[in-house]
Structures are given as structure tokens and as C-alpha cells.
């Protein structure tokens, strides 16, 4: 691995049905992040961790939760999804909360 | 909360030079970010701003006025593959990151 990954690339998933998307750096980064983009709205933050074993709130929390277990992984969680869900989702990662953010490649999401 | 706006969309000549304004309005202020998105892909870093200046880095530039709550980028010597959204996102006092709707670059021969 090198860098940041994502999976599923792209997914589409009935309403009401759980998911949860995946992402996982090699880059032993401290902080990561989940934005959501959509047009016209640029990118907006759902959730982050500062480092392992800790989690935050950001702009979009509602329907989505995340888990920090390790430094590598920050798996995004949409409970029971909606259709205002579909979205792409990009994870990011940061050396600590000061340091630049590296992007994922991203998910796209299509809830029915 | 923050109110980062840019321009929609710009549209320059290769070789040209194109600005990208952004305004923002801050509870805290940490730095400023711009990044630039091709079509379907992710978000890569350009240029960091925390204190007035411009940041030089090859053919693109980034200036801040932190008491006006501004920045630009400025692209030299334009490509073709220049052309992408930027994207500008500033730090507030917790260190999270508010981005800018993004503006479309369109780079024409």
C-alpha cells in the first residue's frame, strides 16, 4: 500500500440498507478525516480522528458513524442510508491535526 | 463557522496567467489551504499560507491578507493539464478545515 486507500470504489446501495466504507493509510498518520463532496457545496466534514482511539464531530455528523481501533484504519459507517447519502466520500490523513491532508482516491456512494 | 467564497468557474489561454480569489470569514484562523481536483479524482495539496506574503512554488503562487480575509492563487505559463477545480480551505482555532465550493479552471489552446 502507499498512501491512502479506499474501498469500494463506487457502490450503489438500496435506502435503509447498512454500509460501511473503508479506508486505511500507511503513512502512520495521526489525524484522519471523512469529508463528503457535493456540487455546488465543495467539501464538507463528517467526522474525524485526531489519533487512534479518538473521535469528533464535524460539519455533516447525522447518519454516519466512525471508529478509530488503530493508526491505520478510520471505516466510515452509514447506518440505515438515505438518498440525501449519495455522495462521493473522500478519507483523508495528516501527519497530526496541524500537518497538510492527503486525500484518498474516494468512494461514490448512490443510495436508492 | 466559516464562509469561504471563490468564483464558480474562469476560463484562460495556454500560456496565460489566471487568479483565483478567495474571501472567507473566520471564528479562528490556523492557515490557509488551496488544492487542486482533477475530474474524478481526489483532492491534491498545492500551497499553505498562515502568515501575509506570497508563497512562490514554481508556476503557482499563493497570497494572504489575513485583515482582509483574502487569498489568491495565481497560475503561470498555463497548460492544458492545468486545467481542474481549486479548491481553497481555511484552518479555524480547532484546527479543522472549511473548504470552498472549488472553481473550475478551463484551459483552452
Known amino acids: 500500500i502507499a498512501g491512502i486507500t479506499q474501498a469500494p470504489t463506487s457502490q450503489i446501495l438500496a435506502a435503509g440498507r447498512r454500509m460501511t466504507l473503508r479506508c486505511t493509510q500507511d503513512?502512520?498518520?495521526?489525524?484522519m478525516y471523512w469529508y463528503r463532496q457535493d456540487l455546488g457545496l465543495g467539501l464538507r466534514l463528517i467526522h474525524y480522528s485526531n489519533t487512534a482511539g479518538t473521535t469528533g464531530k464535524g460539519e455533516v455528523p447525522d447518519g454516519y458513524s466512525v471508529s478509530r481501533a488503530n493508526t491505520d484504519d478510520f471505516p466510515l459507517t452509514l447506518a440505515s442510508a438515505v438518498p440525501s447519502q449519495t455522495s462521493v466520500y473522500f478519507c483523508?490523513?495528516?501527519?497530526?491535526?496541524?500537518?497538510?491532508?492527503?486525500f484518498g482516491p474516494g468512494t461514490r456512494l448512490t443510495v436508492l | 463557522g466559516q464562509n469561504i467564497d471563490q468564483p464558480t468557474e474562469m476560463t484562460a489561454t495556454e500560456g496565460a496567467i489566471v487568479q483565483i480569489n478567495c474571501t472567507y470569514q473566520t471564528s479562528g484562523f490556523n492557515g490557509l489551504f488551496w488544492y487542486q481536483q482533477h475530474a474524478g479524482e481526489a483532492p491534491t495539496f498545492l500551497s499553505y499560507?498562515?502568515?501575509?506574503g506570497l508563497e512562490e512554488k514554481g508556476r503557482f503562487s499563493s497570497f494572504l491578507s489575513r485583515s482582509k480575509g483574502y487569498s489568491y492563487l495565481l497560475l503561470k505559463e498555463l497548460q492544458m493539464k492545468d486545467s481542474a477545480s481549486y479548491l481553497c480551505?481555511?484552518?479555524?482555532?480547532?484546527?479543522?478545515?472549511?473548504f470552498g465550493a472549488g472553481t473550475t479552471v478551463t484551459v483552452r489552446a
Open positions: 480551505a481555511v484552518r479555524d482555532g480547532d484546527y479543522k478545515l472549511s
Open positions: 499560507n498562515v502568515l501575509d
Open positions: 483523508a490523513s495528516s501527519r497530526d491535526s496541524r500537518g497538510e491532508q492527503f
Open positions: 503513512m502512520r498518520h495521526n489525524a
